[in-house]
């Protein structure tokens, strides 16, 4: 039986537009509620340190508003572990952070910081957060998520989007290759797949095809399109491309 795909959707950029007036609005809070509407199983909301687009208030009135799962995205430090034992989101994502880098531009090096994750990651759970690591599409990243003992993965997917935007073909068939293996693995560690970073109608449609993926997390592309033809209807496309992708690949 093929499982069900979810979409989680990232509302950080709405927080970006208001933010560059310095007002209330565009209010990300209602992106949120009107992607839950139109069909979202998930909100996602990166906490960065420098508070670039979401804000302490923001994940506050997400967690008591919203219906639907939140998705705490956080970097593996002291004050952001506390900001989420506080709100206690449903998941909460770990992903490396560099306040020069304008969006995250890899995965968590899961290897070097092994000890120190496992130890969050132990944290996190016994508060009844369910965790989850953005990584590489590795096997060696995700045999040490197992080891961390993470119950979710999210396999990062920008540098497959990077190459098919640019035309490299060669590469864009590699990188997928990568992403295709490290989900077979996940599904026989135990490990529940995820994936986002770069996400479009088409690479959603075709990642949607390999069936140990069950969450596709999207933000940027669709608060992009939204700006054309309204968050409703990018998120209704985005769902029908899944849907459609879903389908070629049972």
């Not at 026989?188 to 970073?197: K, Q």
Request: aromatic share 2%.
């Amino acid at each position: 039986m093929t499982k069900p795909l979810r979409l989680g959707v990232n509302i950080d950029h709405v927080a970006t537009v208001r933010n560059a007036r310095g007002g209330a609005l565009p209010d990300p809070v209602r992106a949120a509620l009107l992607a839950i509407a139109a069909g979202a199983d998930g909100i996602t909301a990166h906490l960065r340190e420098d508070r670039r687009h979401i804000r302490d208030e923001d994940m506050a009135r997400l967690k008591r508003e919203i219906s639907k799962p939140l998705n705490f995205e956080m970097a593996a430090t002291d004050e952001m572990v506390g900001i989420a034992l506080h709100t206690r989101p449903h998941a909460s994502c770990l992903v490396p952070e560099k306040r020069s880098e304008r969006t995250t531009e890899g995965g968590l090096d899961v290897v070097s910081g092994h000890d120190r994750l496992k130890i969050i990651t132990q944290e996190l759970t016994r508060a009844g957060v369910r965790v989850s690591l953005f990584i590489e599409p590795s096997l060696e990243a995700l045999e040490a998520s197992k080891s961390i003992g993470a119950p979710v993965v999210e396999l990062h997917t920008g540098s497959w989007c990077d190459a098919i935007s640019h035309g490299q073909s060669d590469k864009a068939d590699h990188e997928f290759g990568r992403i295709r293996v490290a989900a077979a693995r996940a599904e026989e560690l135990g490990i529940e797949c995820h994936a986002g970073h770069g996400l479009d109608f088409d690479t959603a449609r075709k990642i949607a095809s390999l069936p140990q993926i069950i969450e596709l997390n999207i933000g940027h592309f669709l608060m992009g399109e939204a700006i054309f033809v309204g968050l409703t209807q990018a998120i209704r496309t985005m769902r029908k491309a899944m849907d459609e992708g879903r389908a070629q690949g049972a």
